[in-house]
């Protein structure tokens, strides 16, 4: 595996500062110089993946419950 000319990409993160993120992009460098030596990582940038919460909202509905997630 590798790349013969130069090539570049761009990291899309997931939590910023979370212990996950940090050591899977390390590793995700780490294999990118290994095993393709000619792609660039030129930038990073956190991809906001985390959901803000449940959504509940009010459905009216008959003999049933009043909420929906």
């Known amino acids: 595996m590798g790349c013969a000319k ?4 761009a990291i899309l993160l997931g939590a910023v500062g979370a ?5 899977r992009t390390k590793g995700f460098k780490d294999q ?7 792609i660039e990582i030129t930038s990073e940038q ?5 959901h803000p919460g449940p959504r509940v909202r009010r459905v009216p509905r008959r ?7």
Do not use: H, L
């Open 6 to 9: 130069s090539e570049k990409a």
């Open 19 to 23: 212990n996950v993120t940090t050591e």
């Open 32 to 38: 990118i110089k290994a095993q393709a030596p000619g």
């Open 46 to 50: 956190t991809g906001e993946f985390a």
């Open 63 to 69: 003999g049933g419950p009043s909420y929906a997630y």
